[in-house]
């Protein structure tokens, strides 16, 4: 079903003005440049913050937002509260110019609106190609085929780049599944999608991806269900069977303590790993019940992490535990974890009634995939504090928020 098709039958067209056209460019480059840098995402951002005040003061507009911002608003405030009881107030202050992303909601809401909504997913989907293409000529021909030396993109870590491919992964399938028209383009760049995220060697976003993917079968019906578990079992014995010693070694790892068959260097790195992310939790845990109201503060977990350090860990200081959930509430505190989970648990359930009730249902469903996958993944990666990670995320779940908005006639803008 067309956006368009929302609109009453007396309504014009779309037509934007030359500020708001500019607002409009700014912001589609933003949503694609936390796959290839975060220096232009920074700068991106800001041009497009600024071009979207502009509008507003122009066209005489009230900010307008959706209803998982005010939650997403309450835990910044927790997160200055954390802040200010923080062991290093300083510090934690500084860690707190994060919240600054969390304006891409808003600007998202009002530039996205209707049917940009669909050329944002196109954008996005079509950067994660080329960016996946681009981790396997590193994993094939420059070889980063290794624990060591893993694919990472045109970003700086294996990690952001394993989620941005991961969240890239989710919106394609959900546009082959959920979209009757325009899923050509998606269908034939996801294989690349789904192979670089393999060859990232990265298990929270392999499970991440499964979970969010698994959650779109399960979405879609049943019987679909029922044809992926018929089919992942041949999928991996494919896998263990012919893929890469590096990448079989992280699959027969991801539940063992015990040293993995193949090279010693990777198996060896890959138990401590796993060690190491046992003890983290156990560290956790034992720093959020010092401290259950306000945490540490931002950014001080690796200051305090020595002191509550397991005998067993590998690593003398962590700058993170691995953990979404338990990273919040350690920094933060068990409120700011409570409010965590009511922005995460609003966006589930207006996902779900969006998927009855939008125009365009393939943004709710992947919304609820994302979503899904954030927080799979995040069980092993705090990836809700990466920035690129972050970015992308914000946009792809305000999204189906957006396109439910089908701009106003530019006389009733004026009017506002």
Known sequence: MNVAARLPADSPPDRMSGLERAAYVSLLAFAAAPQFSIAA????????????????????????????????????GATLVAAFFSVDPRTSFEDCKQLVLFAIVPITYRLFRGERSLTVVDVVITVGALNAVYGIVQYGILDFDNVARRVQGNLGHYMTYSGVIMLVACLAVARVMFRRRERIWAALVLPAVLVALVLTLSRNAWVGACAGIGTLFLLRNLRSVFRLAAFLPVALGLVIAFAPSAISDRLYSMLSLKETRGDSVTSTSTLQSNRDRLAMIKSGFRIVKDNPLTGVGPDMVIQVYPGYREPTAVSQRNSHLHNVPLQIAAERGLPALGIWCWFVGTLLVDFLRLRRTSPVPSLAAAGIACVVAMISAGMFEYNFGDSEFLMLFLVLVTLPYAAERVPAPAVERKAA
């Open 41 to 76: 995402s920074g700068i991106l951002l800001g041009l497009s913050a600024l071009l979207w005040i502009a509008v507003v003061l122009v066209n005489r507009e009230r900010i307008e937002v959706p209803r998982m911002f005010w939650p997403l608003a309450a835990y910044a």
